[in-house]
């Protein structure tokens, strides 16, 4: 497949997640996946919110029609696949260069921090993953990037570097390493490939979680590793990455 997947389920967060993925698909000039998924409905019950192909049909019509519509230039491929959602999210995730999502979806309650299928995402998807809300427009400012020195948050300084560099930004790293070059080592291969991106250290070694929390509010997206260190094996999501979807108020990218 590979490209840049985009789920879309006809909601205010998957619409806003398909203008980001159109965005990021010309960024990079890969093609874009647009998959709707068609929940698999039990035999014996037929709940209201499993739609009739035809109307599967039409959504994801309209989703192409969209993204189209907002950039001609990307090529865009339908998708049609059968549920669970986040089982067929993860498996077109296999072969993808990224990943996006709405934070919540059509049948997710409206309380704060990820939907049930976007909580899995986090967890198990296996390239980046873009998630964003409703109202999660590109806005100016740094990209910041959480970084503790290990593998996780490298690769999460790679994709902010890459961001930055694509749309002409800054990045700010957000250290929280008892370490004070410990950002400078975590990010120095990536400020030498994209020299171009303007860096600045911002450290938080106390409450990362809440920094990272605070900096989404005005940040135009907050990239962070999937583990950092002193997680205990076998965590789906590191601790600080955990704390701060919470409260998935703004867009984050998660990388492993």
């Given amino acids: 497949m ?6 879309f389920d006809g909601s205010a967060a998957s619409a806003q997640a398909l203008a980001w993925a159109v965005t990021e698909a010309a960024l990079r000039r890969i093609p874009l996946t647009l998959c709707y998924v068609r929940e698999a409905v039990l035999a014996g019950h037929r709940p209201s ?21 907002q950039d001609p ?3 865009v491929v339908p998708q049609l696949a059968s549920g669970p959602v986040a089982a067929a999210l ?8 990224m990943l996006v999502a709405g934070t919540r979806s059509a049948g997710d309650w ?10 899995i995402l986090a967890a198990s998807a296996c390239c980046p993953l873009l998630l964003v809300p409703d109202d999660g427009i590109w806005r100016g400012g740094p990209v910041v990037v959480g970084v503790d020195g290990t593998p996780w948050s490298r690769r999460a300084a790679g994709f902010a570097f890459e961001e930055a560099h694509l749309r002409s930004v800054p990045v700010l790293a957000v250290c929280w390493s008892q370490e004070p070059e410990q950002a400078e080592e975590t990010t120095g291969a990536w400020r030498g490939k994209y020299p171009d991106v303007a860096f600045s250290v911002s450290p938080a070694p106390q409450a990362p979680a809440a920094a990272l929390r605070a900096l989404a509010a005005t ?4 990239v962070v590793g999937s583990h950092g260190a002193g997680d205990m094996p076998g965590l789906l999501l590191g601790t600080v990455t955990h704390e701060l979807l919470q409260n998935a108020a703004h867009p ?5």
Avoid at 90 to 97: F, M
Avoid at 110 to 119: D, E, K, R
Avoid at 252 to 256: D, F, L, N, Q, S
């Fill in 2 to 7: 590979g490209g840049v997947v985009a789920g």
């Fill in 49 to 69: 919110a499993a739609p009739a192909p035809s109307d599967a049909d039409q959504t994801l019509t309209r989703a192409v029609a969209l993204a189209r519509r």
């Fill in 73 to 75: 230039r990307v090529d």
């Fill in 90 to 97: 993860l498996d077109a995730s296999q072969d993808a260069q």
């Fill in 110 to 119: 409206s309380w704060p921090g990820l939907g049930a299928v976007s909580n």
């Fill in 219 to 222: 940040a135009p997206l907050v």
């Fill in 252 to 256: 984050i990218a998660v990388v492993r």
